[in-house]
């Protein structure tokens, strides 16, 4: 999966979270959530501006080059290196701040040292312009720096501040309970001197992939400490300040964590809650998966579900399965079993409790060569888990698979079934590169828990780089069991492509069509039913690529160099929340570009009220795009204004001296604001407008409440949030840092 995720048995702390008293450190009351000054630790603040959106773009990573899109990691060691990265579609982060949360009562001699490394720059004046690669310098030590208690000037709070995510109740570590009052954070930011550049900065040979480098060493740490990192920028769609954070809620979640090491008897010194569903929060959002670095040679691969389904089993029942290495052509090189359990507990009273299994290859007792357990739920839900047989030596004919519960209690699972993943060399075939993601991952709706439709999502990344000039062929080979669901690749869905024999669900896609150069990800998505049905788990993923002529558009259905791309973008936008463009011919990654518009400029505006002007274009495109969907929110209190129903507003598209409405859907109310598609076979400048009489298609959904921490913030302008009126800091409260610049 590419997480460390938080390991350690949560409980509230006892000794070590004690509520903090008046005259503890940090006397300032954080404004609000957005649009105030943030106080830095050299005295200094900066505008957090952050109106909406930055959850995408930024991330803490353990490996930059490999893992840009980073992990939660939790960690026991002191002292250690992580780095914070940008992946966003403007490519760049003028300024990094680092934020720093201490959970309970900082000691007298509590010390952290911080020190810094990236690359500086003077920022443009351009909107949403990265930095030439000749104006860019690594410098090594941007920060050095001393955080002690006195600089801990912000009052104990829950949250982190993220705009109109979650607001006042956003998460400052992935798995937190938020509604916990009595476990509250210290917080201090650092501000690094340093920029984040990403892919799409098209500066190439960047140190640690342009990431900004952290070194940190704790002193006295008895508590649990998290870092988090905030993006400032000069220009861009969201103005000057700082509008970007590391996503700690759902899907996408990154983050780094310090358990400190508490005094003889102090107790457990991590906070309350958990992560992965072992928290009091529903652990059925979806995670992601990320495949190792792929293989290459002549021949095939195939993963093919093996015979059988052992059912439930109690302490001391058997099962047996079966599978059968075939005698395709060639020679036989790699050849992986997987074995499929859910729904392991302890039969008395339903809690989850891990397998405690017995497996034979016929009759030879094995060990698994890896495990992949998640909760179906809350931290008590039963367990699922996956499996990894690594074979040698397999024989030809039937081989016989016993599986024996081996707990000595009332504990139950269920055999789901297993697959087998063959790879045969054959010089005759063609090469193939193959890369296989791993895992478990139980995913379904649960709307009471908070989780929703989009959350509902597990992940397999694929991000081994492929000439898609010399690729004649792509398949997805995909296994996962429970409930039936979706399975999508990039920016393609198929409702219908899973098949079902017994528990066990595959699949087999040609992908070539949608396939992109780098970063290629297949989507297990629950659907309704499966909220009143079971649990969909996300288990086995394979991306097989074959070298070769890719086809001509005059061979038929076949996917070509020349077949459409399509691709969806996810807009740091406070108002467009996905933009999905279809180009004739691409083979090399684009981007898409949503600006603001306050007005019509010089065009004539249209007969109709408008809410937002809206200019879409492209960058890194060979053509014009054939269609794009644009989807994009209102917010109800402009409609009852306007004296509008949902099926009256419309996306106008400018073309030519007109304005053309344009087929628009409404959807769902989610967060409070209604959603809105709309499909228009061109850019342009568009406008949000209502128009009646329109009778846009409003879908038959029921409107869903509660934010699912994947939700585009308010629209409507904010007014800057009055700042508070703070005191001077209470005598002798002194900063301490020392930097160097």
């Not at 029942?317 to 599978?323: C, D, K, N, P, Q």
């Not at 936008?573 to 600006?595: A, C, D, G, M, Y």
């Amino acid at each position: 999966m590419g997480r460390s995720l938080l390991a350690l048995v949560i409980l509230l702390l006892a000794a070590c979270a004690v509520p903090v008293a008046a005259d503890d450190v940090g006397g300032i009351t954080m404004p609000g959530t957005s649009n105030f000054d943030l106080q830095l630790s050299d005295g200094l603040t900066k505008f957090f501006k952050f109106e909406g959106g930055g959850l995408n773009a930024l991330h803490i990573s353990t490996d930059p080059e490999s893992e840009p899109y980073g992990q939660v990691t939790t960690t026991e060691e002191q002292s250690g290196i992580f780095y914070l990265t940008n992946t966003g579609g403007r490519g760049f982060t003028d300024d990094m701040i680092l934020m720093i949360a201490i959970n309970g009562t900082i000691p007298d001699d509590f010390a952290l040292h911080i020190r810094a490394s990236g690359y500086q720059w003077t920022p443009t004046p351009v909107v949403n312009a990265p930095p030439a690669a000749d104006e860019v310098e690594y410098v090594d030590g941007t920060y050095e720096g001393t955080i002690t208690k006195d600089n801990f000037v912000y009052s104990p709070q829950t949250w982190k501040p993220a705009g109109n995510n979650q607001p006042g109740a956003y998460p400052i570590y992935y798995g937190q309970d938020v509604s916990d009052g009595s476990n509250p954070f210290h917080t201090v930011y650092i501000d690094l001197h340093a920029g984040t550049l990403g892919e799409n900065s098209l500066i190439e040979n960047l140190r640690d992939n342009g990431a900004v480098k952290i070194e940190y060493e704790f002193e006295n740490l008895p508590t649990y400490a998290s870092f988090n990192s905030y993006g400032w920028c000069n220009q861009s769609n969201q103005g000057l300040g700082i509008s970007w954070t590391n996503r700690v809620s759902g899907v996408g979640s990154s983050g780094y964590s310090v358990v400190g090491t508490a005094p003889p008897g102090a107790g457990d010194v991590s906070p309350d809650g958990g992560s992965d569903g072992t928290s009091d929060a529903s652990g059925l959002s979806g995670n992601e998966m990320e495949a190792p670095t792929g293989k290459c040679l002549h021949g095939s691969v195939s993963l093919l579900p093996v015979a059988g389904t052992g059912g439930n089993l109690a302490a001391g029942e058997r099962a047996t399965l079966t599978f059968n290495a075939g005698n395709g052509t060639g020679t036989l090189k790699t050849a992986v079993f997987y074995l499929f359990v859910s729904d392991s507990k302890k039969g008395e009273d339903g809690t989850g409790t891990e397998p405690q299994l017995t497996v034979r290859i016929d009759g030879k007792t094995v060990e698994p060569d890896e495990t992949y357990t998640d909760r179906a739920g809350k931290k008590d839900a039963p367990v699922a888990a996956t499996y990894v047989f690594k074979l040698e030596g397999i024989r030809s004919g039937d081989s016989a698979v016993t599986v024996e519960n081996a707990g000595t209690g009332d504990e139950v699972c269920t055999i789901d079934g297993g697959a087998l993943l063959l790879v045969r060399e054959d010089p005759a075939l063609p090469e193939i590169i193959w890369q296989v993601v791993a895992g478990c991952d139980a995913v379904a709706i649960d709307e009471e828990g908070g989780v929703f439709e989009d959350d509902a999502v597990s992940r397999a990344i694929f991000d081994d780089s492929l000439n898609l000039d010399q690729t004649a062929a792509a398949r997805l080979l995909v296994t996962g069991t429970g409930s039936a669901g979706i399975l999508g690749f990039n920016d393609r869905e198929w409702t219908d492509a899973l098949r079902a024999e017994g528990s066990v669900l595959t699949a087999d896609l040609d992908v070539l069509p949608v396939l992109f150069p780098r970063e290629n990800i297949a989507m297990l998505r629950a659907t309704k039913d499966a909220a009143s049905g079971g649990v969909l788990e996300s288990r086995v993923a394979v991306l097989v690529t074959i070298s070769g002529t890719p086809p001509s558009s005059g061979d038929g259905d076949s996917g070509s160099s020349v077949a459409p791309m399509t691709r969806a973008f996810i807009a740091d936008n406070p108002i467009v929340k996905k933009v999905s463009v279809t180009l004739p011919e691409q083979r090399t990654p684009f981007h898409v570009e949503v600006r603001d518009l306050e007005t019509a400029g010089t065009m004539q505006a249209p007969d109709a009220p408008v809410y937002r002007y809206l200019d879409i274009g492209l960058s890194g495109a060979r053509a014009d795009p054939t269609s794009l969907v644009v989807t994009f929110r209102v917010p109800p209190s402009w409609m009852e204004e306007q004296g509008l129903e949902p099926r009256d507003v419309t996306l106008m598209r400018y073309t030519g001296s007109t304005w053309t409405p344009l087929a628009t859907d409404a959807g769902s109310v989610r967060d409070g604001y209604q959603e809105f598609s709309a499909s228009s076979d061109g850019l342009s400048i568009f406008a949000i407008a209502g128009v009646p009489g329109r009778d846009a298609q409003v879908a038959q959904e029921r409107a869903a409440s509660g934010s699912t921490g994947n939700e585009v913030p308010a629209t409507t302008p904010q007014q800057s949030s009055p700042l508070w009126v703070v005191s001077l800091f209470a005598a002798g409260v002194v900063l301490l840092i020392r930097q160097k610049i």
